[in-house]
């Protein structure tokens, strides 16, 4: 039997045999999109199933830096190839598009040289770990003109959910002058089992022969390798925002979409690690506040021990209110709207729908449901509330220099 090293060395030849194929033409309706993945673990897995859901595409090329992953993925998806490299992916020119489902500390690069390449984008939330990525990842995006689509991980902005929200807000009458949005996301596991925890993943096949560690750090400070921060990499700072990442911008996507609202003008975050004292740097339990320019304030509590209050979100106006939780609800004020009735929203929408809007748009060339300029607003906003927990302290935006201090 081969080795893992063989293994992988002869995927890698097998992607080298396509880089002759002349570039794709431009894409129609019944167009087949050739799509690489780079990143192939429980997420990137996630998003392949979504591909497979959407008509007229093939995954053609896989890019991990773990073996294991790679093998996996090989395995589960006949006639791809695969490499730990994903610039070798990117070489490919017959690969129209990438999904990127990697962790975010590696965004910006890989989308600079997906974008350098020629190809179409979809990334996993949150798009850019902080705000010189952010402003990178900018860069690149317009410097192709804005031709190639890009698609940022918030689900949530091509759900029915959006629709009805949408709609409720459509008459200006329904809700008045709204003041706030107050959101909510608590979960729970089992006493023994901590949020993000994966043990089952911590292997002896996690070693430095099988992950090229250097690729997983990415800009991130040199250090050993060490197979409890591969695997575990949501707890630390370096390569993770915790669960504001994780949770609130999905939540905070969904309704700078709906109201159309901007970066904030301040942020604060407090809270701690009151639960799991495992090594985790980011906190378990949290608040936070952001001061919107639209003089809407937002605020986000978030707790891992308890999912009594679950996930859930109320924007408040002073003629009524608009509740999102399993579906979406409108609610008069009566004090004001005297005549306001409840409404119900009922709009429906497959699992993979964002996977099939961002395919879409690679063919039509109209703009994606969670287009890249949202993407940068979410991505800044969070970046805010993290860094406002770690220096202790509000932090404000600057909207002419563009920058938080």
């Known amino acids: 039997m081969d080795s893992r090293r063989n293994f992988i060395g002869k995927v890698a030849t097998g992607l080298a045999g396509t880089l002759a194929a002349g570039p794709a033409e ?3 309706a019944a167009d087949r999109i050739r799509v690489g993945v780079i990143g192939a673990g429980d997420r990137g897995t996630e998003l392949v199933a979504q591909i497979r ?4 595409t093939e995954i053609s090329a896989f890019a991990d830096v773990y073996s294991r992953n790679l093998e996996r993925a090989l395995g589960s998806t006949p006639g791809a190839v695969g490499c730990a490299d994903y610039r070798k992916l990117l070489e490919d020119r017959s690969i129209d598009a990438v999904v990127i489902a990697t962790p975010p500390h590696l965004h910006a690069r890989q989308f600079e040289d997906a974008l350098g390449a020629g190809k179409h984008i979809y990334i996993e939330r949150v798009m850019a770990f902080d705000l010189d990525h952010a402003k990178r990842m900018r860069d690149a995006y317009r410097k192709t003109g804005s031709k190639l689509t890009v698609q940022v991980g918030h689900q949530v902005c091509s759900y029915g959910h959006m629709t009805d929200a949408r709609q409720f807000l459509s008459d200006p009458d329904r809700m008045g002058r709204i003041t706030a949005v107050t959101m909510h996301m608590h ?3 089992p006493f023994n089992k901590p949020q993000w925890a994966r043990p089952a993943l911590l292997t002896p096949e996690v070693n430095a022969r099988n992950v090229v560690w250097d690729e997983f750090l990415g800009e991130a400070e040199a250090r050993p390798f060490d197979a409890h921060r591969f695997i575990h990499w949501r707890y630390f700072w370096e390569t993770s925002g915790g669960s504001v990442f994780e949770g609130m911008s999905q939540q ?5 979409k709906a109201l159309r609202l901007e970066i904030p003008r301040a942020a604060s975050m407090d809270g701690g690690i009151y639960l799991w004292k495992d090594g985790r740097e980011a906190p378990d339990t949290v608040s936070v506040s952001l001061q ?12 891992l021990g308890n999912n009594q209050l679950g996930v859930s979100e109320d924007v408040l106006g002073t003629h009524g209110s608009i509740s999102r939780a399993a579906q979406v609800r409108y609610v008069p004020q009566k004090m004001n709207r005297p005549a306001g009735n409840e409404m119900t929203g009922r709009t429906a929408h497959a699992p993979h729908a964002h996977m099939a809007n961002f395919f879409d748009c690679v063919r039509s060339g109209k703009e994606t449901n969670c287009p890249f300029e949202l993407g940068y607003r979410v991505s800044v906003a969070c970046r805010m509330a993290v860094d406002s927990y770690r220096l202790g302290r509000s932090l404000k935006w600057d909207a002419m220099r563009e920058e938080i201090v």
């Open 26 to 28: 431009a894409l129609g």
């Open 53 to 56: 859901a959407c008509p007229n």
């Open 187 to 189: 979960r729970n596991t």
């Open 252 to 256: 905070l996507a969904f309704w700078y």
């Open 292 to 303: 919107q320019p639209e003089e809407i304030l937002m605020s986000w509590v978030s707790g």
